[in-house]
């Protein structure tokens, strides 16, 4: 319940003057849950007679600043925002399988496939295993065999969604921390490799040099990271096959999906990344895991593209906290015992930290990701003839915004490229107060579109 200061500030905050504009502000953020605080002003001027056309201030808004939406992609952090992302991000994959947004409807008819790169086993961990609507034991072992520090590597139960054990080692010291870790952090070389041998191989079964495969095909993706419960990435990627000009010309007859798939087996096992041995650490050879999901995609059932395209959008705003780690970074000198995470993601932290202390590891730059159990990646990455940009995608959104102020009157008309454009910007803090945020969530519980 709150308490009467905080319901007198409430009142307060209601009967102010300024309460629309206030109100006003904050559908404008889309809910945000840290608004980003800024103090400026924008003039726009006829720089052939020096006359101000148009000016607008902060001084004449709430408190003197203008609330802007915080833009993060991190559900954990602002659900709004990263739901705006995720939209983009599905627009943006979308366009790339059908077209829209500036790439031909005809892109449908190319070979494109739908690829999870995995990561290798680094010991037993609890898992929910189903067979249809049936759902199995999850390690179960008639004669199991005892690790050496005497647990019985077997697990008859059958594990729900929400179980806590779930990602959990049967042995926490049997697993290997270390090369979980190592395997994160080096997962965007293996990928940029993985990219280059699919080029040459698909090449080679083509008959054609790479060069030569440059004149007639180009190879298209656009790929996102998801965390396993476990603490590992894998890599869920869209990869199509276009023409010599990308999506605006079909490729030739030969490339198929069958070729494309063959030369996707060879580059996810051909590929490996080798980290430098290390005090007490052995020197390690990295790679992909056994485990590899080609799928084609149907436009006529099956996987269709809008199955696709929402799969990955929703792992584009998510990040290690399926693990239950933290989704910030942590100074060196915290004590890790008293951070608010389950064991298993405190060792692997720990490892971050063990392994980046050393001077053969420091490119990694493990402490600085540790919050990320060591990825250091983009979650989602494209090539650059895939489809449109989150940029041009938010560009389009600016530039409705800005026709609807002129519809409205709130900006005059006028011609942008001839209009001198004076800005001055200074941060000046983020988030709701108390008071702000739970006006903000009873405004949004009645209008949940404000």
């Known amino acids: ?166 990602g959990e080692p049967l042995c926490p010291e049997c697993y290997d921390y270390s090369g979980s870790v190592l395997f994160n952090a080096v997962a965007p070389e293996l990928w940029r490799r993985f990219t280059e041998a ?39 990627a869209v990869i199509r096959l276009d023409g010599p000009d990308g999506p605006e010309s079909p490729p030739p007859g030969w490339a198929s999906a069958e070729a494309l798939a063959q030369a996707v087996q060879h580059a996810v096992s051909a590929v490996t990344v080798t980290i430098t041995a290390a005090d007490g650490e052995p020197a390690r050879v990295l790679k992909w895991g056994t485990q590899l999901d080609i799928r084609r995609i149907a436009m006529d059932g099956g996987l269709t593209e809008q199955a696709v395209a929402s799969y990955i959008a929703k792992y584009a705003t998510k990040a290690a906290e399926c693990v239950g ?51 250091r990646g983009h979650f989602s990455t494209k090539s650059r003839h895939y489809s449109t940009t989150l940029g041009d995608i938010r560009a389009d959104r600016t530039e409705r915004v800005r026709a609807e102020a002129i519809t409205t009157g709130r900006l005059p008309l006028f011609d942008e490229d001839t209009v001198l454009v004076i800005t001055h910007w200074e941060y000046v803090g983020k988030g709701l107060s108390p008071v702000d945020a739970l006006l903000a969530s009873l405004r949004l519980e009645v209008n949940p579109d404000a």
């Open 1 to 166: 319940m709150a308490s009467p200061d905080t319901v007198a500030e409430l009142i307060a905050r209601l009967d102010a003057p300024d309460h629309g504009r206030w109100a006003a502000q904050l559908r404008r953020t889309g809910g945000c849950r840290q608004p980003i605080h800024l103090r400026g002003h924008v003039l726009h001027v006829d720089p052939a007679t020096g006359r101000r056309l148009h000016t607008y201030t902060t001084a004449t808004e709430p408190g003197g600043i203008l609330r802007v939406p915080c833009k993060t992609r991190r559900a954990s952090r602002c659900p709004s925002c990263a739901e705006t992302y995720r939209a983009d991000t599905y627009h943006l994959i979308r366009a790339g399988l059908v077209g829209g947004k500036g790439v031909p409807p005809t892109v449908a008819t190319h070979p494109c496939l739908f690829v999870t790169l995995t990561a290798p086993s680094f010991g037993l961990v609890h898992t929910r295993r189903e067979r249809g609507a049936k759902l199995l034991p999850c390690h179960p072992r008639r004669n199991a065999r005892t690790c050496p520090h005497g647990r019985v590597l077997s697990c008859t139960a059958k594990h729900s969604a929400d179980d806590p054990r779930l």
């Open 198 to 236: 699919l080029r040459r191989r698909f090449a080679k079964l083509s008959g054609l040099t790479l060069k030569a495969l440059k004149e007639k095909v180009t190879i298209s993706f656009a790929k996102v990271a998801e965390y396993q419960r476990r603490g590992v990435v894998h890599l869920h």
């Open 325 to 375: 780690a933290l989704d910030q970074r942590i100074n060196p000198l915290t004590d890790l015992d008293t951070l608010p995470i389950r064991d298993h993601a405190r060792r692997l932290i720990a490892a971050c930290m063990h392994l980046g202390a050393f001077d053969e590891l420091a490119d990694l730059r493990l402490i600085q990701w540790a919050h990320m159990l060591g990825f």
